[in-house]
């Protein structure tokens, strides 16, 4: 049985939902996290032709989501402005970040760092290797296994002072 072809239809069938959901534990809000989305697959529009698999297409997804996150945090207005009102909540539970109020492990997960909170997400949430995470961040795998562990030292820490408030 042949592959499917490559086309930015099927990729967006394929893979919307994952660069939705990290577009998500990136941003600080749904409408940036729209935006990202958005940006990302109009890339992709420009490079399906270079795309050779489907693990070429998610790597390829995953990466420049990446990159289009930290592009955001670069720009003047998003590193000195900081929002008065609550950021929008997702409505559906099914959301990666859905409901966090009623979450509390997905709200300790938005309140880590951008760095910790991309791995975090790639690796329980994608369920990607710590070597793939590496190749797709660009850091050494002892990178990222510290940035793991810290991340869930961050975590319990966080989650410690939200229980013990209950």
């Not at 945090?73 to 099914?94: F, G, L």
Request: glycine fraction near 2%.
């Amino acid at each position: 049985m042949s592959e499917e072809r490559i086309t930015t239809q099927a990729a967006v069938d394929r893979y919307a939902d994952m660069v939705y959901r990290l577009a998500l534990s990136q941003m600080k809000n749904r409408t940036d996290a729209d935006d990202l989305f958005q940006e990302v697959f109009v890339r992709l529009v420009r490079h399906v032709q270079d795309l050779e698999s489907w693990e070429h297409v998610k790597a390829w997804l995953i990466r420049v989501t990446i990159n289009c996150a930290k592009k955001h945090y670069k720009q003047y207005w998003n590193r000195n402005v900081d929002y008065m009102e609550e950021p929008e909540r997702i409505a559906d539970e099914n959301e990666v970040f859905a409901c966090a109020e009623e979450h509390p492990v997905r709200t300790a997960v938005q309140k880590l760092p951008p760095k910790y909170r991309l791995v975090v997400h790639l690796y329980y949430f994608e369920e990607l290797t710590v070597a793939q995470i590496a190749q797709l961040t660009e850091q050494k795998e002892s990178t990222v296994k510290s940035q793991i562990h810290r991340a869930r030292e961050m975590l319990r820490n966080l989650l410690g002072e939200e229980w013990e408030g209950k």
